[in-house]
């Protein structure tokens, strides 16, 4: 069987480590591939982004001579998704090759209004906010040079969601959506979530999670075994 590869974006403030884990997780035959953006892990050097459409230009540099004819999937949690999806479309309308399905997580739709605007907060405020919405590591939390590192990262993230502009006009994509959101995620709702069915002309499928916006960390295996079904299922439906 010929293998297929998981190209995996991060959330904001996040990097390639976030999927270090998930490799234990899949079989053989899906090669985990975590993307790694500028100005974060082995890439610290680099500027970080001023805009989507410079992340995204980036990122798709860096995986479409990956992809040549063998099969791939493209997962993103959270700025990830945005990432994923427009990167999807870019490869699709450039080399005519689309990925199996897209993994769309924790992240309601494109035009999605988002509710508070922090990339443009003073350091205290932003500070202030980065640890009232939870989700970074105590360690980092308590030392002031890993803050000095890490939050300069997270403003740049915040500045190309929070700027990002998705084109109305823009028709549906004919990939097929499997959209993973948490129950307690205080980042997304619902029936924002499900308005991403109007950005495919495929199959556009649901699966809630316990938890909240970094439900990842606690479903790895579930998460896993749903993109593991998905792949099967669409392997079969191509047989016939």
Not at 176 to 190: A, H, M, P, Q, V
């Amino acid at each position: 069987m010929q293998k297929t590869k998981l190209f995996c974006f991060p959330h904001a403030g996040g990097s390639a480590f976030s999927y270090a884990k998930w490799k234990n997780h899949f079989n053989p035959y899906i090669e985990v591939v975590p993307v790694e953006l500028a100005g974060r892990g082995y890439r610290i050097e680099e500027n970080l982004y001023q805009s989507m459409e410079e992340a995204v230009n980036d990122v798709y540099n860096k995986i479409v001579m990956q992809i040549d004819d063998s099969p791939y999937i493209l997962f993103g949690h959270s700025m990830g998704s945005l990432i994923a999806y427009e990167v999807a479309r870019k490869i699709k309308d450039s080399k005519n090759v689309s990925p199996e399905f897209l993994v769309l997580s924790g992240r309601n739709h494109p035009n999605s209004k988002i509710r508070n605007i922090r990339h443009n907060l003073s350091n205290e405020q932003f500070k202030s906010e980065v640890i009232a919405m939870g989700g970074t590591p105590s360690g980092v939390l308590q030392s002031e040079e890993l803050m000095e590192i890490f939050l300069p990262i997270l403003r740049a993230d915040f500045k190309i969601v929070e700027t990002y502009i998705h084109d109305k006009n823009t028709q549906p994509c004919d990939i097929d959506f499997l959209i993973f959101n948490g129950k307690n995620d205080e980042f997304t709702t619902y029936d924002q979530v499900i308005k991403w069915e109007r950005y495919t002309s495929k199959t556009c499928t649901f699966h809630s999670f316990e938890g909240n916006h970094f439900f990842l960390n606690e479903n790895i295996e579930e998460i896993a075994n749903s993109i593991k079904r998905k792949l099967d299922s669409k392997r079969l439906s191509n047989s016939f």
